[in-house]
């Protein structure tokens, strides 16, 4: 298993009110999802500046959890509602709520299904038009399983999730359930932001640079980075 480390290319603002459950960018626009019940939102933010330029208020009694984009069309997932909001990318207006059974933490498109994860070592793959369930992936490293897998994203055949309140990402094969690399992500927090900055929770790709965007629940940044071998 490969051990790597983010090297960091640039630094944005980032809202610290922001409890984020979700990351996306699409076409030089960044996407995010924020959770706690009365605060969630779907969010189009402005990379350079971190300001909101749409945003979407969830119902008080839906915690907002994982984003991720099909065709036009963006999927919310909620941590105990046991539904996924759909919406207009263009609009953020909501089109519709899908069912699913479990709990909805990270959400990512592998370009067929959705891919969902709900805080243990196991993925969920949905159709992506109905949600219906189609088969689940048991992840381990070194043949143990891994729990506490949160936000998710797809890039070229792999899977990459967050690990819960341990500030790392772990990168996966989607066939085998493998946790082919380790990226150790602790450099990026910082001793200043004080208790108040939460879990790393946010992974997207930017394709156009092969960067990846991280961020966490409340952080006051968002750091765009390559994976680097430790050394």
Not at 204 to 213: D, I, K, M, V, W
Request: charged share 20%; proline share 5%; net charge negative.
């Amino acid at each position: 298993m490969a051990e790597l480390v983010p090297r960091v290319v640039a630094e944005y603002p980032h809202d610290p009110a922001a409890f984020t459950q979700g990351l996306l960018w699409h076409d030089g626009r960044l996407y995010e999802s924020t959770g706690q019940y009365g605060a969630s939102s779907l969010r189009r933010v402005d990379l350079e500046t971190g300001t909101v330029e749409l945003r979407h208020d969830l119902p008080e009694n839906l915690f907002g959890e994982g984003l991720e984009r099909v065709g036009d069309r963006l999927v919310q997932l909620t941590w105990h509602g046991q539904v996924a909001r759909v919406y207009a990318l263009d609009s953020l207006e909501l089109i519709e709520e899908l069912p699913y059974t479990g709990e909805g933490w990270g959400l990512c498109f592998d370009q067929v299904d959705l891919v969902r994860s709900d805080g243990t070592a196991s993925l969920t793959f949905h159709d992506a038009g109905s949600l219906a369930p189609l088969k689940s992936l048991q992840v381990a490293v070194a043949g143990m399983p891994l729990p506490y897998l949160n936000e998710l994203e797809c890039i070229d055949g792999l899977i990459y999730a967050n690990v819960l309140e341990v500030d790392s990402i772990v990168e996966i094969d989607p066939t085998s359930g493998r946790v082919t690399a380790r990226i150790d992500a602790s450099s990026l927090r910082s001793a200043e932001w004080g208790s108040a900055a939460g879990a790393l929770n946010g992974i997207a790709y930017r394709p156009e640079t092969g960067t990846f965007l991280i961020t966490g629940k409340n952080w006051p940044k968002l750091f765009e980075v390559v994976f680097v071998p430790r050394g």
